[in-house]
């Protein structure tokens, strides 16, 4: 069924709840965890005002961008692997030193056990990149216990990221790294690090910023992390985001992505993206333009 002009927009403006898509023999799904809020020019500063007048539909009713926090799971028979760890049971007010608003997590391992499974059945859990918002619960201990949720589990990170996460700790970012370091297993480029999951290192976000490219039933999805924060960006791939550590870079890799987001049987999934975290780019005019799946 086509989704409707109301609905895309409400979905703009909400964080995504479960959702799922099936590619072949493995299905993959969104487990919301929280959200944040991005004071849009502070997060897209290349951006202007006029812009937001134009596109009013991406804000909510304090007009501020939403995005998802969450992780995705990728199912295949029995076996089950998480890449990203939400931001963990814990809520800040906005940070006048960053463009961010409020964030809050919480709910991922609630949504995991929706979807039929406990943190023990999670083998792995790979990593987009060392941003707080991916690594909540990696550190955080669990619910009535004293170890993180997925300590049992391998934590993978591309090796270039983890090789420079001493920027990370000049920024605060020490507990977190320490309580993941006995855990870390690195990865490189191109690895298959799952049935049909394969690494893809693009710095621009980060120094090792990774993508995680999912095939299966003639199908692929790309997971591409905080390549992109905002469905508008696809439109406007030279929008980069204030806390990318190489905007330009980052830009060269967004134009890339979103090409290759337009090729048959391919999938994007945008963790950021509000209610649209699953979608497909395809031709508005002459312009790409992101198309949420309904699954």
Same mark, same amino acid.
């Given at each position: ?68 926090? +969450? ?14 760890? #939400?931001? #963990?049971?814990? =809520?800040?007010? @906005? ?10 997590? +919480? ?13 023990? $059945? ?10 707080? $918002? ?39 970012? =020490? ?32 120094? #090792? ?7 299966? +039933? ?51 999934? +945008?963790?950021?993206?509000? $209610? ?11 312009? @790409? ?7």
């Amino acid at each position: 069924m086509a989704t409707s002009v109301v609905d895309h927009d409400e979905r703009l403006r909400r964080p995504a709840g479960i959702r799922s898509v099936r590619l072949g023999d493995t299905r993959v799904s969104f487990v919301p965890d929280g959200a944040v809020q991005l004071p849009p020019r502070g997060w897209l500063p290349d951006t202007t005002d006029e812009v937001w007048t134009a596109h009013p539909d991406y804000l909510d009713d304090s007009g501020h961008l939403v995005a998802s926090i +969450g992780g995705l799971l990728v199912e295949n028979g029995d076996r089950a692997l998480l890449i990203d760890a #939400g931001f #963990g049971p814990q =809520t800040l007010p @906005p940070d006048p030193g960053t463009p961010r608003g409020v964030i809050h997590g +919480g709910a991922l391992l609630d949504n995991l056990a929706e979807l039929g499974r406990r943190p023990e $059945d999670i083998e792995a859990v790979a990593f987009t990149h060392l941003h707080p $918002d991916h690594l909540g619960w990696a550190w955080h201990p669990a619910p009535g216990g004293d170890q993180p949720a997925f300590a049992h589990a391998d934590y993978l990170v591309s090796e270039p990221e983890w090789a420079q996460r001493d920027l990370l700790e000049t920024h605060g970012m =020490t507990e977190e790294l320490t309580a993941m370091a006995p855990h870390v297993r690195t990865v490189t480029d191109g690895q298959e690090i799952f049935p049909g999951v394969r690494v893809r290192v693009g710095v621009g976000h980060t120094p #090792g910023h990774a993508e995680y490219v999912i095939t299966s +039933g003639g199908q692929r999805l790309i997971a591409f992390g905080d390549a992109l924060h905002s469905p508008i960006q696809v439109d406007h791939p030279e929008w980069s985001a204030a806390v990318d550590h190489d905007p330009v870079r980052s830009a060269e890799h967004r134009r890339r992505l979103v090409a290759e987001l337009e090729e048959p049987h391919t999938i994007g999934f +945008g963790v950021h993206f509000a $209610d649209v975290v699953f979608g497909q780019v395809r031709r508005d005019g002459d312009r @790409p333009a992101w198309r949420p799946l309904d699954a």
